[in-house]
């Protein structure tokens, strides 16, 4: 009996054990089989994936360098905002993932799956950005749940502000994406997709100084892409603020003036180049580009047909009408074909050959000398000066004035207008230049055409002297720390062919525009300021014969366009203003009204500073360069 319990002891132990030598060998060849899947199948991407789980490098965007006007007052800044990216190959799985996103951002999953899709070859892990600015509702939302949504991230980062939204628009410019062409020509060193830079005005010119340095961390992460710690911080360096030549508020006036008109304000100090205002309307708001602009808002834009997004001071190409008789009383004069002294009858019309060419007055203006041609704006008058001048030597003398060519500002895109010559329509046309065509240019009808910033070069050039100036916007250039390391002096281009006595007669004949009731712009008269200037009335399609030029019954598309240049006061001046109203007929109505406002605008605020201050700043010397303290 005890050696049959014994024997069946012993087959129950040797039973045992084989069940557990069995098991074990079995969990090694699981073990074996899934080291070998692991390491051999699997190592490759295993290893990848333990180096970038485990530290990254994240990029930290540098803050633009931020914009003021001339007086210190700032236009432009930066804001935080709450940009959500994704980490491809953290956020698992991925379709939950995008689902539950999806839901929070309120956006369709497809649309959420294209914006991931678009990528630009941006690394898995490396985070997409599919939604930019968030709202902090939004934030708090996706911080709730941050542990069901792994891979998912939100970054802080300096967004673009424009304090004043659409004041300065076209000056100040706005930012856009880079785009893989501008990256494949490294336009913008340093430049990564998904970054912002400069797209137009003052951002665009000046990228280099304001885009800054970007920085770096280095961080731990888990498993889910979640920071765990911090290891190294690289603080990034803002951008180089800029101090505008503008006045904020001789700028926020101009604009104000412009509501509800399509046309352009831009104002200059005759005695520096510096600009105070360029304002162009209508405009638009630079904070819907940084945010991304709907499809309503560009539809908008695109189809406006006054065209917002064209800065008319400078790319608007505009027949410069009657201010351009300033140029053909200078050619006259220096010519010798007419002296202070030549009269001419105005009958209210002209007869060359077969054809009448009519003065804006029905009546005529009876026998004026080039001072009261230019105060009454008398065309027949500059009929007769242009014909002996030919079109060649008053094309001579337009473009020694500046006009045919930019200005030279640091904008963008400014036009450059055209200068009518013989030459140019036989190449153009292949016909050749007719008389008659010559009168039309002399009083600036015909092919000509100029920019608004081009004839208030020539205003300020007549109002200082004679001395054409490069267009200034940058007045100094500051790192953040306050530190100044450059500021610009006035820049001189060149000098009107204009001998002293020639240009005494012309601005007598300019304040007799404004301060003589028989003046074009007497309506721009101000008491205790003696404002000089000329108006102009531009056609916009050419008239028959029997045609009066301001017809009751015409389209208000067709309606000519209002000019007026000014510079105020008469001696030593310290402001010059051209003006543009878009099918606004007639220039002493329409234009002088808006310049008028702007010279004592902006005398006044001269004024109240001078009360302070004793005396008048002093000018600054004339200088080709900028006065540099240090080479940004």
């Not at 970054?195 to 498993?223: H, M, P, T």
């Not at 055209?418 to 008389?435: C, F, H, I, Y």
Request: some cysteine.
């Amino acid at each position: 009996m005890n050696r049959y319990l014994q024997n069946a002891d012993g087959d129950w132990f040797k039973r045992r054990i084989s069940g557990v030598i069995f098991c074990a060998v079995v969990a090694f060849v699981v073990l074996m089989v899934r080291v070998f899947y692991l390491q051999v199948m699997q190592g490759e991407e295993l290893r990848r994936l333990s180096e970038n789980n485990c530290i990254r490098l994240q990029g930290i965007d540098a803050p633009r360098g931020l914009i003021f006007d001339r007086n210190g007052r700032r236009l432009v800044d930066n804001r935080p905002a709450f940009d959500v990216g994704v980490i491809v190959k953290d956020a698992r799985p991925l379709e939950q993932t995008l689902a539950r996103l999806a839901g929070y951002l309120d956006l369709d999953k497809a649309e959420l799956r294209e914006r991931l899709a678009h990528r630009n070859g941006e690394a898995d892990y490396k985070p997409v950005i599919i939604e930019r600015d968030i709202s902090r509702d939004t934030l708090a939302v996706l911080e709730a749940h941050k542990f069901d949504l792994p891979g998912v991230v939100v970054n802080v980062v300096p967004r673009r502000n424009y304090i004043y939204e659409t004041s300065a628009a076209h000056l100040l410019g706005y930012l856009g994406e880079v785009s893989g062409k501008e990256l494949q020509k490294e336009l913008f060193p340093g430049a990564r997709a998904g970054d912002f830079i400069g797209k137009s005005g003052v951002e665009k010119a000046f990228e280099k100084y304001l885009k800054g340095e970007r920085g770096g961390r280095q961080v731990e992460v888990n498993a889910n892409g979640q920071v765990v710690r911090v290891l190294k911080t690289v603080e990034a360096t803002p951008g180089k603020n800029i101090f505008l030549t503008i006045d904020k508020e001789l700028q926020r006036k101009a604009e104000t003036l412009l509501e509800g008109i399509a046309g352009a304000v831009v104002a200059m100090d005759p005695s520096s180049g510096e600009v105070l205002a360029i304002a162009s309307s209508p405009t638009f708001d630079q904070n819907d580009f940084v945010s991304g602009l709907s499809n309503e808002v560009w539809d908008g834009i695109r189809s406006n047909p006054f065209r917002p997004l064209e800065n008319k001071a400078i790319q608007g190409n505009y027949p410069p009408a009657s201010t351009y008789k300033i140029i053909t009383a200078i050619a006259g004069l220096e010519e010798g074909v007419i002296d202070e002294n030549t009269t001419f009858t105005c009958p209210g019309h002209y007869r060359m050959g077969n054809r009448t060419f009519r003065c804006w007055k029905r009546g005529g203006h009876g026998r004026v000398n080039v001072v009261e041609a230019i105060e009454k704006s008398c065309d027949v008058f500059f009929y007769q000066v242009g014909q002996k001048l030919g079109v060649d030597r008053l094309a001579w003398y337009a473009k020694a004035c500046g006009l045919g060519v930019p200005a030279g500002i640091d904008i963008a895109h400014e036009a450059a207008g055209l200068v009518p010559t013989a030459d140019w329509k036989k190449q153009r046309t292949g016909v050749s230049w007719q008389a008659g065509e010559t009168l039309s240019v002399a009083i600036g009808q015909g092919y000509n055409l100029t920019t608004p910033l081009q004839m208030l070069g020539l205003t300020a050039a007549v109002g200082n002297g004679g001395t054409r100036l490069r267009p200034l916007i940058l007045k100094s250039l500051q790192n953040p720390n306050g530190e100044t390391l450059f500021s610009c002096l006035p820049e001189e281009i060149g000098q009107l062919p204009v001998s002293p006595k020639t240009l005494d007669i012309v601005r007598r004949g300019l304040w007799r525009v404004v301060n003589q009731k028989t003046g074009t712009a007497w309506v721009a008269h101000t008491a205790g300021i003696d404002i000089c200037g000329k108006t102009g009335t531009a056609q916009v399609f050419s008239r028959k014969n029997n045609e009066t030029l301001f017809a009751k019954d015409r389209p208000a598309f067709l309606n000519s366009h209002a000019w007026f240049v000014a510079y105020a006061p008469a001696v030593n001046p310290r402001i010059a203003v051209a003006v543009i109203v878009e099918h606004g007929e007639h220039g002493s109505n329409a234009a002088s009204p808006i310049a008028r406002e702007l010279v004592k605008t902006y005398l006044r605020s001269l004024y109240r500073k001078r009360l302070r201050t004793v005396r008048w700043m002093p000018r600054l010397p004339l200088s080709s360069k900028c006065r540099r303290d240090e080479a940004p």
